[in-house]
């Protein structure tokens, strides 16, 4: 069928993932999470604003006790390519020591967000800490990291929808999508 996008949706080129294929994923995520924590309580960190779609619908599907918190980390300013500069916006007091830590973002890509929170969460002493991601990006990392979660492998291209945007743009797009050139 062809592709005939109105409202919000006709900036895009093509769909990516409908809103029903995240959901699916996205449940599939949630046991996956459930069966390798059963019995404990999680501490979510998750990375804002990318995240916050993907996070909302994960963790209620997570039949766990959770304990939310959030971050803002930004590499992309205004543009569609990694600044490669990090800027984490720190919780004041939050003690991760001993805690089961699991940092959630949207995109694996460069990979340097992930590393620079893993390495600045993991010298605070969690008693475990896993990644997750609802997609990874397939090229070579600047920095070796994989995420433990990840929902969906795909090429690189600069995507936006499901919490992710473009100077601002396109996070409330229920699909994830390639914008037109
Ligand atoms: P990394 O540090 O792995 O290079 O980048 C991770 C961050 O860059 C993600 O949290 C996300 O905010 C942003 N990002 C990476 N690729 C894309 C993309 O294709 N589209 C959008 N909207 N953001 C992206
Ligand atoms: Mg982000």
Sequence with gaps: MAFSP?????D???ILYSAEEIQTRVC???REIESNYAGRTLTVVALMDGALFFVADLLRKVNLPVHLVTLSA???HGTMASSGEIRI???ASVDFAGKDVLLLDDILDTGLTLAELQKRLSEQNPASLRTGVLLTKKKPR???IRADYSGFEIEDEFVVGYGMDYQGRFRNLPCIGILKP
């Design 89 to 91: 916006q720190w919780p």
């Design 142 to 144: 600047t920095v070796e």
């Design 6 to 10: 109105s409202g919000i949706m006709s």
């Design 28 to 30: 599939e995520m949630a």
């Design 12 to 14: 895009l080129d093509r």
């Design 74 to 76: 930004s590499s992309y």
